[in-house]
């Protein structure tokens, strides 16, 4: 056997394993009860099968924001990472999101509703619901999200003019198999199978056959003088029903179309024009169950740009919602099963919004806001997967490139703090997490007033992360060009600053307000730039251990009002607290505000030691960058700063230590060099003149 025979033969195999054991395999009804009573679960409703879904894959609840992360989202695992999302405001969403299909499970109102992803353009939304659809199928093929539908058999053998050619008819609806029993007894079966049910809902169903169903179904029982198990014993395979999108298998997606071209028969089917000659048109045979509301039935309808729609076209949602049934032309009412999901963006909402005469649609609509990321941090995260799932050129991206062109994106989507509070860049901070920086600002109190200034929510305008996308791409290629195997922020800011006026969705009014805000990333930068030369100036991490532990004996004595031990004489002694302030100081802490912080990192570290880490200065953010700038302030006079001004090239052995320790920090060569000119210059100059 050659290499390619056998590649070919594992490649089968492996494709075989992936295949439901009872997908091909049909059953008979008898069969589908004992598995209903074995397992109730496989009669779910869409919105109970779909919330179901989001707790499979895995969640973690986060205490601070009071939000479950769904790890289908959040870690991706079926594409090892490739598509997480990332921000808090995201997570909200979809936490919001999974809240509605989870109480539509337990049929308190949602699972009559439009669940409706409102967002800026490259918010998200339309990735988050293609992730849904993509889990969803890949639920549906696992034992635990199996569901089942059901095929008529051997018609012509009853049913004189039935078609050869349908002999063997698919349930058009793909309806759940328990349907084929009458309601009386029906419900007799639910009310068993839910003693055994161990969820947070019970399985309901009180749907009718589809009119194609129900007609085969009146002749099979008039064939039978009404003996409902010969039907079903002689005339019903059950079959696996696995959600696929390309096949329009309980999972459809619904584009708007020409406005003139609008046709309600794309939503709920139309008649097949080759069955007419055979049966009639008004025979249920002659329809073609092909409308969108069909083909998602017992999974998930997806509209896209749902709101684009004309009025007129909506209105076939509001049966499709609230009586959870739709309307053919010619037809009576068909009931249908499915979640029912939305996008759009920001001007069509508004303008449906005011129209009265959509009062009753907007009624029946449950709005998610799906707004942008509003943490920097979480949006430079967004454009490294970016990076990571392209073929990315042999180029380094240095360290703060991603995160500054994260944090001017984050400037243009929240609103400006009211004035005599904190300033736009410390409320960017703030959001971020960095609360340090901007001790006294209550976040939540921020929160709240950009609410009260803006129609719908903050983060709902603003630049697109597709925007600072394609610019980061850009100025790859342009580095490229230039022969230079790193991007930097420098170089970042540049072509932000170059295209943002050719950016059609950036409104002209804005665009001294965005170069505004490239200067203060620009002056942001340049710190985290200087903070990092004096890293690599004067670090020692042996001795931030030292002052780190030092610092804490003399914090818990203090607290404890107690003695510490002399490092030199051994001698017990007051806590220092000139050296205490003289940490502090570094974080800008005034002193009536020191007994707080020592208290806050005593906290940290006996919280730590009860959970048996220990201690390491390196750990908490603060302690850490205070201990940094005092280590600088007591190393600094012994650097020679004339050489960081001096022109000349970088092969004396002082420049290539200082380079090394940038490379140390995340910098390539070139890039090391790049900073330590621009940054290294600053520090020079500022230490000189002091």
């Known amino acids: 056997m050659s290499e390619q025979e056998r590649t070919l033969q594992s490649l089968s195999e492996e494709y075989r394993q992936t295949i439901p054991s009872d997908l091909r395999k049909p059953q008979s009804f008898s069969w589908y ?94 990735a988050f619901d293609s992730q849904i659809r993509e889990y969803f199928e890949d639920y549906t093929s696992r034992e635990e999200g199996r569901m089942y539908t059901f095929r008529w058999t051997n018609l012509c053998d009853v049913i004189t003019d039935q078609d050869p050619a349908d002999d063997i008819v698919r349930s058009p609806m793909n309806q759940d198999p328990i349907v084929l029993l009458p309601h009386e007894q029906r ?33 099979l029982l008039a064939h039978y003088d009404d003996d409902l198990q010969a039907v079903l014993d002689n005339h019903i395979e059950i079959i696996r029903l696995l959600a696929d999108e390309n096949k329009r298998q309980a999972i459809e997606t619904f584009e708007p179309k020409d406005k003139k071209n609008q046709d309600e028969t794309e939503l709920t089917g139309d008649v097949n024009y080759s ?65 029912i999901v939305g996008r759009t963006n920001m001007p069509e909402y508004r303008d449906k919004k005011g129209d009265e005469k959509m009062e009753a649609f907007n009624d029946r609509t449950k709005r998610i806001d799906f707004p942008y990321v509003l943490s920097y941090e979480d949006e430079g995260s967004i454009y490294q997967k970016m990076l990571q799932n392209a073929d990315l050129p042999d180029i380094g991206v240095e360290p703060h ?30 959001y971020n997490g960095e609360i340090d920086e901007t001790e006294d600002v209550d976040v939540k109190k921020l929160r709240d007033e950009a609410a009260e200034k803006v129609d719908i929510g903050e983060g709902m305008d603003g630049v697109s992360p597709r925007f600072i996308g394609d610019e980061i791409a850009e100025a790859i290629m342009d580095s490229m060009h230039r022969s230079r195997s790193f991007l930097s922020p420098l170089t970042t800011f540049k072509h932000l600053e170059e295209n943002l006026e050719s950016h059609g969705s950036i409104s002209p009014e804005m665009f001294e307000t965005y170069y505004r ?52 004489t051994g001698r017990e002694q007051e806590p220092d607290e000139q050296f205490l302030r003289s940490v502090e100081e570094k974080l800008d802490l005034p002193e009536d505000r020191k007994d707080d912080f020592r208290q806050e990192v005593a906290n940290w570290v006996s919280r730590r030691a009860r959970e048996g880490v220990s201690f390491n200065p390196q750990d908490n953010d603060r302690l850490r960058r205070a201990l940094e700038r ?59 003149e002091d």
Request: glycine share 6%.
């Open 401 to 430: 490139t991603l995160e500054m062109a994260g944090l001017f994106g984050v400037l243009t989507r929240i609103e400006e703090p009211d004035e005599g509070s904190v300033d736009l860049l410390q409320k960017a901070k703030a």
């Open 517 to 568: 805000y490239i200067e203060l990333v620009r002056e942001e930068y340049k710190e985290r730039a200087i903070e990092d030369v004096r890293h690599a100036l004067a670090y020692d991490v042996d001795e931030i251990q030292r002052q780190g532990e030092k610092y804490m004996d003399h914090v818990m004595a203090y607290i404890d009002d107690d003695t510490v031990e002399d490092d030199i």
């Open 275 to 339: 069955k007419i000659a055979i049966y009639g048109e008004s025979d249920p045979r002659a329809f073609d169950y092909s409308g969108a509301f069909c083909n998602s039935n017992r999974g998930i309808f997806s509209g896209e740009e749902l709101l684009k729609l004309q009025r007129e076209f909506l209105y076939d949602f509001l049966h499709a919602t609230q009586e959870k049934t739709i309307k053919p032309k010619n037809n009576p009412r068909i009931d249908i099963d499915q979640v």
């Open 33 to 126: 009860l004992e598995e209903l009573y074995d397992g109730p679960r496989i009669a779910r409703s869409a919105h109970q099968r779909v919330a179901d879904m989001f707790d499979f894959y895995g969640t973690s609840y986060d205490e601070d924001r009071g939000v479950v992360e769904y790890e289908l989202a959040s870690k991706d695992p079926l594409n090892d990472g490739e598509n997480t999302f990332y921000g808090r405001v995201v997570h909200e969403a979809m936490h919001e999101f999974v809240n509605k299909v989870k109480s539509g499970a337990r049929g308190l109102g949602p699972e009559r509703r439009i669940l409706l992803l409102l967002g800026p353009v490259g918010s998200g939304k339309s």
């Open 187 to 219: 419900q007799s079966v639910i009310d068993d199978v839910n003693e055994n049910l161990d969820a947070p809902y019970t399985i309901r169903n009180e749907q009718a056959l589809d009119p194609a169903s129900e007609f085969y179904m009146d002749q």
């Open 630 to 688: 005092k280590l600088w302030e007591d190393k600094k006079h012994n650097i020679n700063f004339s050489a960081l001004v001096t022109s000349g090239d970088m092969d004396d052995d002082e420049r290539n230590e200082w380079i090394e320790a940038l490379i140390e920090q995340g910098y390539s060569e070139e890039g090391a060099k790049e900073v330590l000119e621009f940054a290294g210059a600053e520090v020079a100059k500022s230490e000189m």
